[in-house]
Structures are given as C-alpha cells and as structure tokens.
C-alpha cells in the first residue's frame, strides 16, 4: 500500500521550552553490558594485585582513576577536563563505582605520580589481559608487528623533543614504540620515548622483555613471528631473535655498505610474481657481522611515470621502471607467501589510526612525563579489554589469509559507540529490581539481547 504525504510529515510549529531536572536518564546505556564484562574478568581484583607494591596515595583507588579515564574514551571524551560532562550520568558513575567523579586535576595530580616502576603495573596489567585472549581464542602461533608511531606535544612537555614528525616537523613529539598482536588486534606492550630517538631505539630490551614475557604467560613451544621494517634491521636485533628462536621477516635498507644494488644491477633473471613483479633469493653474507642472512629481493612495476615514484637513490630515473624492496627472514615461506606475510604488515596502521582517533593515544595530557606514559598505557588497556570483550561476544571468525592478519572481523570504537555505546536508556524500579529500561531501534534491541545472552554464558 502507498502512503500518502501526510503520513511521512509532523508539523513543528511551535519551539519546546526546555527545562533542567535530575532524572534518572544515561546517554550511555551499552556501559552497562561493557561492564558486566569487567566484572566477568574481575578487572578490579587484578588492578587491586598489580598496584599492590606501588603506594600511589590519593582519595580514590587506582580501579577508580582507571575506569574513569576508560569511560572517558569510551563516551568519546580525549581530554581530562571532559569529565566535567559525564560526571552527573547515572550509569558513568556506576560503571566507575562511584558516587562521585574526580574532577580534571584530581586525575592529573593522579597520572604524575607514576614512575618508571610504578608504570609496569600497567605493563603487567595488560599484559594479563591480552595473555588471556590468545589462551582463550588458541592461537596456534603469534604474529607481532612492532613499529614506533609519533605523537605531537606541546612545547613545554617534558621529555618531548623535535625529531621525525612528518607532519609537523618542527614540534616537539613523543615516539613510542609498540608490539601489535597481529591476530586479534591487541597491543601487548608499549613503551613511551622522546622524540629524537632512532625508531630501533630500546628496541632490542623492548623485544627481549615481550619475548620473555609470552614465553613465561603462553609456553616456550608456541610459535612467535615478528615483522618490522628496516630501521630494526641490525645485528643484535637479529641474534637475539634467533637466540629466542622466534621467526622474523625484516625489511632491509638499500645501505652501501651491504651491497644489495651491484647484485640487482646485475641480476637478468627474475622469477615471475603476480602484476608483473619479480623477485629473486639469495645469501647475503654480511661480513662486518660475521653472518649469512637469507635475502629476497622484489621489484614491482611503476604505474604513474613520475619522478616521485623513482626510488632516485638506487637507479637513475631514465633506466628502469620498477620499484624495489628486499627482505631477510628466517621462515621456510615462498617468495611469493612471503611478500603477503610482509604485506599483512598495514593492518597495524588501521589499529594505530583508531588508536590516535578513538582512544586518544596522541593527547598530552599533562606536562610530565611519566603521566603521558601512564595515559598512553590506560589509553592501550581500553583498547585491549574492548578487543577481548568483542571476542567474548560478537567477533565473527573471518577466512585464514597469507597476510596473518586480524582473524575475527572486529568493529571499531567509534562504530560499537553508535551501535551500543551511545544509545539512551532510563534507570528504573518496578518492583523493587533495578532496571535498565532501553527505547531502542529492533538492530539494537537484538545487539543488546545477544551480548547478553553471550555474557550470561561466560559467566
């Protein structure tokens, strides 16, 4: 049956009055499934355990200061003094425990007086919880991608200094390095560091401390892979993952002093890959390191004949058309398995993107910097308790890929924020029982019902 004009229109002639009351009313009513998921993995005991050796002081529990900067970003707060318009939500301080909030300088004083050993419980913390995830989804073999990522500061932060900012290249910036579980998305370790530092700097204890750490969590046997690009291409780096026998694929810079050009200038056979790219494979005995590294060299065509697409610095822009790359591993991978294993490398990027847009990895908010190092660990927290709750609840298996990327399709924040984060809910009590009372579209409504059922489940 077509409906006629009159059913689609309201008329709005007049304008509302608007009036203020305290009303049992949240604009966050999907809080309260994320934390029946906290209370499932008991978060607060673990935090309680963990900062046990670490007298922080102050008026509220370190629980306390963690979920309120958590439900900060998760309502899609990025700075402290957003507190200010969460802080009368019914169902925001329940999810915190409290029947008052801590206002923006209570939770700064908080953040600075973190140290060096008091912010490896929030190593330790994270690590627990992404320890859990891989036991519970058993994977059989860990893929981590370690990268570093800039975040511009203030002028006047501590520790902050000019360095690589491709985008603001004169302003001071952070520079922390990262350990991306390529399977599920969660960030196992991250460690703050100044701005003007190699990307490889502190890399070789960053990655001893990972290795150790799975080992001792996961078991010795368990397979671990790591990919990085070339600026950890070195010596100690290399022996110590062989030491540790993990497998490693690394990119390997054009340096003179390996010789890689003279060996393509004058290769004349290449094996055929897909899109008209080549590759070849051989030893690349470095003699400075006393070691044989096995090397595979690509080349791909260049689609827009432009300067910019010359990689200048290796051929002249007049002699060929192909772009090149090489990579030295220890995996048993075809040449071919192998350029899709390093290709898997981008999906960091998508992680690291929702981690500056979503969970506020690049605000500064404070002076100090063992408080922007503590910020970006609760920052990561978040990230990994939401990962694993979708993996407790709606994570969809997705198609095993060469790449060893991410193996459950996940949503983003920002999408679970409009799905379920974000939808209107009124706190009631007929009877005596409390009641989240929601006024949902049915997509929601059935969202809802089958995160709880899944909870319901788990517990």
């Given amino acids: 049956m077509r409906l006629s004009r009159a059913d689609f229109h309201s008329a709005c002639k007049s304008f509302f009055k608007i009036e203020f009351a305290s009303q049992d009313i949240t604009a966050f009513g999907g809080l ?17 355990k963990v900062f046990a050796r670490y007298d922080l002081g102050g008026d509220y529990r370190a629980i306390d200061m963690i979920l309120v900067m958590v439900v900060l970003i998760l309502a899609g707060g990025r700075r402290l003094d957003h507190l200010n318009y969460l802080c009368q939500d019914p169902l925001v301080k329940r999810f915190c425990g409290l029947l008052r909030l801590p206002r923006e300088r209570s939770v700064a004083r908080w953040l600075k007086r973190f140290t060096h050993k008091s912010l490896m419980a929030l190593v330790e913390l994270n ?63 991250v460690k703050n560091r100044p701005g003007n530092v190699h990307d490889s700097k502190g890399a070789l204890a960053f990655l001893r401390d990972l ?50 050009v003279p060996v393509i200038r004058e290769r004349q056979r290449w094996q055929a890959l897909r899109e008209g790219m080549g590759c070849f494979e051989f030893s690349l005995h470095i003699a400075a390191w006393e070691k044989t590294l096995r090397v595979v060299v690509y080349r791909k065509p260049v689609h827009h004949e432009t300067k910019k697409n010359y990689q200048l610095d290796l051929f002249d822009p007049d002699d060929g058309y192909f772009e090149y790359s090489a990579v030295s591993t220890n995996l048993t991978l075809s040449a071919g398995a192998l350029w899709d294993f390093m290709a898997g490398r981008g999906a960091q990027e998508k992680t690291f993107a929702e981690l500056k847009g979503e969970w506020a990895l690049d605000v500064v908010p404070t002076h100090h910097y063992g408080a922007n190092s503590a910020w970006q660990q609760i920052s990561i927290l978040g990230h990994n308790l939401l990962r694993s709750f979708q993996l407790q609840t709606l994570a969809i298996p997705k198609p095993r890929s060469r790449k060893r990327t991410y193996r459950f399709f996940l949503q983003s924040l920002k999408t679970l924020r409009f799905k379920l984060i974000h939808q209107p809910a009124r706190l009631v009590q007929p009877q005596g029982y409390n009641v989240l009372r929601f006024s949902v579209a049915p997509p929601v409504q059935q969202l809802i019902e089958t995160i709880e059922q899944k909870l319901m489940s788990a517990a």
């Fill in 127 to 189: 690590s627990q919880i992404v320890g859990e995830a891989i036991e519970q989804q058993k994977l059989g073999r860990l893929t981590f991608d370690i990268d570093g990522s800039v975040i511009t500061t203030g002028a006047s932060v501590s520790w902050a200094f000019r360095g690589f900012n491709p985008h603001h290249r004169k302003n001071p910036s952070y520079y922390p390095i990262l350990a991306h579980l390529a399977q599920t998305g969660h960030i196992l370790r």
């Fill in 211 to 260: 290795i150790d750490d799975v080992r001792i969590r996961l078991g010795r046997t368990l397979p671990l892979e790591f990919r990085m690009d070339g600026a950890f291409f070195q010596r100690n780096i290399i022996e110590l993952l062989e030491r540790r026998r993990a497998e490693y694929a690394i990119k390997v810079p054009f340096f003179r002093w390996l010789g890689l």
């Fill in 32 to 48: 309260e499934l994320i934390r029946r998921y906290l209370a499932l993995i008991q978060l607060g005991r673990r935090v309680q």
